[in-house]
């Protein structure tokens, strides 16, 4: 099968400045996700998805392809992530005559993501016969909305006031930061999401389910990847 995995990198990162390139724990944050998509057993093709040449030449010196810039119009705050793969499933198409059976998208912001994770989920999605699997972790049920004076809303299912005992109530599961996303790229084609269609979870840890949007997500996370290992085995050999 022809599973290509990308990346999106684009240069306009409002807050933390040149995020996708940064120093994170002395190498540039985008080389974590080119370095796992290169090392999983399924993907067998790693494009950055980029409108910055700074952004593509880091791409490149850590062996992911950047066959194009991509256009401007795709690369500003509002710009959805999903016309971005649409445009570059299509010009592959046109260009080269490529068409990958599946599609899987790495967001460069999850740097505890693990290669075991991204062929986890593929085996998720191929074992299920899926049509698309999501990353997720698990979450507290009792979800809320908070108005402008802050008065309290419940989202989650009124259900889950009958309990207060956490054990008893039904695991809810939240996104984690686009740690993988992978679809059979004819279903991403026809509905231009990963979600309207026979979707599968790939649940993974809760404390490695890192999302980098500010500078105290950059800081905790470089905190939790130096530790990575003391933190697993500790968790795992826990008394």
């Known amino acids: 099968m022809k599973i290509l995995a990308v990346i999106p990198a684009r240069g306009g990162s409002k807050g933390i400045l040149h995020k996708n390139i940064r120093a994170f724990n002395g190498k540039p944050l985008l080389a974590f996700a080119v370095d796992q998509a290169k090392s999983s057993r399924h993907i067998n093709r ?21 066959p194009f810039l991509r256009p401007k119009e795709l690369a500003g705050d509002q710009s959805q992530v999903a016309d971005t793969l649409v445009h570059l499933l ?30 986890g989920s ?30 309290l809303c419940l989202v989650s299912d009124k259900k889950f006031l009958k309990s207060t005992n956490r054990q008893a109530l039904e695991q809810t599961y939240m996104l984690n930061g686009a740690m993988v996303y992978g679809i059979k790229t004819d279903i991403f ?23 980098l949007d500010e500078p105290a ?12 290992n003391y933190i697993h085995d500790g968790i795992k050999n826990f008394k």
């Not at 998805?49 to 062996?63: E, P």
């Open 46 to 66: 790693v494009i950055v998805s980029t409108d910055d040449q700074v952004i593509a030449d880091v791409a490149l010196r850590h062996g992911a392809e950047v």
């Open 90 to 119: 299509n010009s592959l198409k046109i260009s080269e005559g490529y068409e990958p059976d599946y599609l899987v998208m790495l967001q460069t912001t999850s740097p505890l993501r693990t290669v075991a994770d991204i062929d």
């Open 122 to 151: 593929l085996d998720k999605l191929f074992e299920t016969n899926a049509d698309a699997v999501v990353s997720l972790c698990e979450t507290e049920q009792l979800l809320y909305t908070m108005d402008n004076k802050r008065r």
């Open 189 to 211: 084609l026809r509905d231009k999401s990963f979600f309207k269609c026979n979707l599968v979870g790939f649940v993974v840890d809760q404390w490695r389910s890192v999302d």
């Open 217 to 228: 997500d950059f800081l905790v996370a470089e905190l939790l990847h130096k530790n990575i």
